[in-house]
């Protein structure tokens, strides 16, 4: 049986390859291949590097989670590049409890818990670092392909351009925070922020929308512990769901509808590649239609 992935081991790495997918097959889906398929997860592990290389827009998602050692932005074999950001760019942004740095080319960059900082292509030597290993942080990335260079830029959480949306009354009010877009830090496709749920709130990104210019990633991060948030995902009119953890990540073809619903108030990461970089670039669906 054909299989979605492989793993592509590097000296202390390994890389998993989800290959692209095609709506109508999506259909026939159940649970374990939907999984399989889509999810990103046991990204985050002490003291490694650990991505997944996707086939739409040839994303690159990934976590570091440095504790009591230093860990390097690897080359993997199968990217055929002298280094990991010789054709490539990278946001991180920092979801752990604790303070890190980061080192691009030897200048080093502080990172408090939802600091973003984008590392543009032609950077060869990128190394993850703890304050300590009380409370390490943990980096989340994503990356690429890039065909010019753009500077590195840190940007604190106080700096993201922010936008409150959604009402208590239906359970989605939420506050979105933008890092890597047309007015923000610049670059060649990365789009990046996050977004906070309030308390009380569970939905995000309701109403749902695609964008069929490009493919998108959203990573979940402070899920509290025992609770789960179900990410809905499908045509609009052929919906499936998958059940995801803390620090896991769902990949969204460019056909697909991307939203979610918590047991409990959480946080995400959205990230998309493709075509063009406006934020607003995106075909709503009413939720009158959704099946």
Known sequence: MYNCYEQVTAKHITLKVLHSVH???????????????????????????NCVYTHYDRMIVGAVNPVNKKV???????????????????????????????????QEYELNKLDCLYIGKGVK????????????PVFYLLSAPAHKTYSTTLMTITDA???????????????????????????????????????GSVWNT?????????MEAYFYFDVPQGHKVFHYMGEGT????ILVDNYEAVISPPWSIHAGAGTASYSFIWG????????????????????
Request: hydrophobic share 35%.
């Open 206 to 214: 309701m109403p749902p929308h695609v964008h069929d210019r490009r």
């Open 72 to 106: 390097e932005l690897e080359n993997y074999p199968n990217l055929r590049a002298g280094y990991f950001l010789e054709r490539r760019e990278i946001g991180i942004i920092n979801v752990g409890h604790g303070r890190g740095k980061i080192a691009a080319d030897g």
């Open 23 to 49: 709506p109508d097959d999506f259909k026939t889906y159940q649970t374990a291949l939907i999984r399989e398929r889509f999810l990103a997860d046991g990204l985050v592990k002490p003291d490694q590097l």
């Open 161 to 199: 351009a922010k936008v409150n949306a959604g009402h208590a009354s239906t359970a989605n009010n939420r506050t979105i925070n933008k890092y890597i877009h047309l007015e923000g830090i610049q670059s060649c496709q990365l789009v990046m922020g996050l977004t906070i749920l309030h308390d």
């Open 125 to 136: 030597s990128v190394v993850f670092s703890a304050d300590g290993p009380e409370s390490p």
């Open 238 to 241: 052929e919906t499936r769901h």
């Open 272 to 291: 998309m590649a493709g075509e063009n970089l406006d934020y607003t670039d995106m075909d709503a669906i009413n939720i009158a239609d959704i099946r």
